[in-house]
C-alpha cells in the first residue's frame, strides 16, 4: 500500500471472529473502521498515534498504536492506565474455577509505554521508574473497561487494594483468542495478563 491513510492493524495474528467489524482506529484527524481477520482500514487524514477502540469511533479504548506503513502490527495486546471502580465474583456454566471481572475505567497507554526494561534494552546505561502519568494519554476520556481473569489470581488482590486505596494501574490484557471461547460468556472479553502497581 505504501501510503499514509490506507493499511491493515494486523501482521500475523488474526482478529477473533466475534470481534472482526468491531474495531476502530480514531485519532484527532479521523477515524476508520478495520475490517476482516487482519483489520484492512483507510483513514481520511494521516495521523502519527491512532488509538484503538471498540466498537465505534467513540468507543471504549484498548490501546494506542504508532502509524506504521502499511502494517501496524497490532497483537490483539489492551494497555490501559486507570483505577479500579468494581469487581464482580462469579461461577460460570462449564468453568470449572470461579471468574473474576474487574471494571476498569480506563486511558490508553501511550504506544512507546513499557512496564520494565526488556531485553531490547540491554545496552542502556540507566533505566527509568515508569511513571504512572507519563504513560498515559490523559487527553482521552476515561471508559470502564471489563477485564476477566480466575478468581483465585493474584491480579484480583491488586485490584482489591486498587479499588480501596485508590492506587492507579497500567494494566496490560489481551483480547481473547476464538479458541479460548470467552465470547460466549462476556461481551467484550478482555484477558487480563500483567499489571504495574503506582502509589495513590
Known sequence: MNDDLAGQLTHQWHIPDYAQNRLWLDSDASSAQCAGKHGLFQL?????TLTLRWNSDDGLPLTQLNWQIDNLHWDGSVRLGGLVEAIHLTHLPDIEFP???VFFSGQPLRPNTTPYPDAKK???????IPDYLEGVDDQQEPMTVPLITF????LVAIAQESLTQKNPLHIFATLANNDAHWEDYFALPIVWESVSVFAP
Do not use: G, H, L
Not at 44 to 48: E, G, L, M, N, T
Not at 122 to 128: C, K, M
Not at 151 to 154: E, K, L, N
Open 44 to 48: 481520511q487524514a494521516p495521523a502519527q
Open 151 to 154: 478468581a483465585d489470581s493474584p
Open 99 to 101: 471468574m473474576a471481572i
Open 122 to 128: 540491554r545496552d542502556t546505561s540507566r533505566f527509568a
